[in-house]
């Protein structure tokens, strides 16, 4: 079963700084079936990524997805005071597999 | 507008069942999957399940296999997700969420891109 792994754990990072968080998969992934998404406390998640790199309907263009194979990122180029959250990436499909990652948390410095 | 929202807070018995609803609004429900989803206290997301209440594709995740039962009523626009034998580790709030995939004209996100608020079920002695 494939397993996804988010690092670093803990992103400390102040406004203005570029965040770049990484998922790594424990076997190659079709990119089209990797999505990002943004949680903050007491809320459902929310869809930030689809398909590695396309932004989900009203993210900001600060947000942007890249990766194959194994290895995805997820940056962030400008924290915004509202992007301090924890971010999960997914395994989205394939085989009927929907797993998610650990999730990386970005807290303020 | 696009929206799922979840029946209200649970508290349960070890060994009982509960039943959580997710009412669905603003769209075709029967052209697009709803997953459910839960998160642990301080913990991070668990995928349970799907169904497709107009194919009435369902599929688990293994570990739920045997003790989750997704169903869906399409007049209703709801899903349902019943889990049975509770204990204390199920204890989480459990998140309905649509897959952007409509199954109807084949296009769409692949990714949850509407989620219910939550309910949060509580399992305690």
């Known amino acids: 079963e494939l397993v996804l792994t988010q690092s670093p754990g803990t992103l400390s990072l102040s406004p203005g700084e570029r965040a770049t968080l990484s998922c790594r998969a424990s076997e190659s992934l079709s990119s089209s079936f990797l999505a990002w998404y943004q949680q903050k406390p007491g809320q459902a998640p929310t869809l930030l990524i689809y398909g590695a790199s396309s932004r989900a309907t009203g993210i900001p263009n600060r947000f942007s997805g890249s990766g194959s194979g194994t290895d995805f990122t997820l940056s962030i180029s400008r924290l915004e005071p509202e992007d301090f959250a924890v971010y999960y990436c997914?395994?989205?499909?394939?085989?009927?597999?929907?797993?998610f990652g650990p999730g990386t948390r970005v807290e303020l410095k | 507008q696009v929206q799922l929202v979840q029946s209200g807070a649970e508290v349960k018995k070890p060994g009982a069942s509960v039943k959580l609803s997710c009412e669905a609004s603003g769209y075709c429900f029967a052209c697009y999957e709803i997953h459910w989803v839960r998160q642990a206290p301080g913990q991070g997301l668990e995928w349970l399940g799907l169904i497709n209440v107009g194919n009435g594709n369902i599929k688990f995740s293994q570990k739920f296999q045997g003790r989750v039962t997704l169903s869906g009523d399409r007049s209703a626009n709801t899903a349902y997700m019943q889990l049975n034998s509770l204990t204390s580790d199920d204890t989480a709030v459990y998140f309905c969420?649509?897959?952007?995939?409509?199954?109807?004209?084949?296009?769409?996100?692949?990714?949850?891109?509407?989620w219910g608020q939550g309910t949060l079920v509580t399992v305690s002695s």
């Open positions: 969420s649509r897959d952007g995939w409509n199954y109807d004209v084949l296009t769409g996100v692949n990714g949850f891109d509407v």
């Open positions: 997914q395994q989205y499909g394939a085989s009927f597999h929907f797993t």
